[in-house]
């Protein structure tokens, strides 16, 4: 990994910071967001406009809050182990709007008994909304698992058009994988 350095804004989501390197954007980070790297892993504070990779990202965030993007065409690089790495493409192909379950994701892997270290991946993605873990639930439809915290997960999976009743999607799954 190579010189890295960040940028901050202001979403409705709340403060965004966009991590970048040579290699591309690596990490999207919520203020408040358990388990987000300590400040002095994140490199130099850059304007944003100073930062061409972190400019692009929030420019697509915008548009994707403001439901007129679905996705995020952006340089990417994570560093994960290779499980981690095998988790997140799979959350990279989960269509917008559509849902899958830890154990759906088990399943794809191979082996239906490892969904939690699937959720021990997926709580480790260091792209949050950019690679969409959030579009991860739990097997009954609950909302389970977002380092950002519940409220912004059902925020984003209300912007792709989900609807949630007594805290559970609705209609329960669709399975998008």
């Known amino acids: 990994m190579s010189a890295v350095i960040h940028s901050r804004m202001s979403t409705e ?4 910071t966009y991590v970048v390197n040579r290699d591309g954007l690596i990490g999207t980070f919520l203020e408040g967001q358990a388990g987000a790297p300590a400040a002095e892993r994140l490199g130099v504070e850059v304007p944003l406009v100073a ?3 972190a400019h692009a990202a929030h420019s697509q965030m915008i548009q994707y809050l403001a439901v007129t993007r679905a996705s995020f065409d952006l340089p990417l690089a994570t560093y994960g182990d290779p499980f981690q790495e095998t988790v997140w493409a799979m959350l990279r192909e989960i269509p917008y709007g559509d849902t899958v379950t830890y154990g759906r994701l088990a399943e794809r892997i191979g082996d239906r008994a490892a ?3 699937v959720g021990r991946a997926v709580a480790r993605n260091p ?3 950019v690679i969409p873990c959030h579009r991860v639930i ?3 439809g609950e909302l389970v698992g977002f380092s950002a915290g519940l409220e912004r997960k059902e925020r984003l999976l209300t912007i792709e058009g989900r609807r949630f009743s007594n805290g559970r999607i609705f209609p329960k799954v669709r399975v998008a994988l």
């Open 13 to 16: 989501l709340g403060e965004i």
């Open 51 to 53: 930062n061409p990779v």
């Open 115 to 117: 969904a939690q270290r």
């Open 127 to 129: 792209l949050l909304i």
């Open 138 to 140: 739990g097997a009954t």
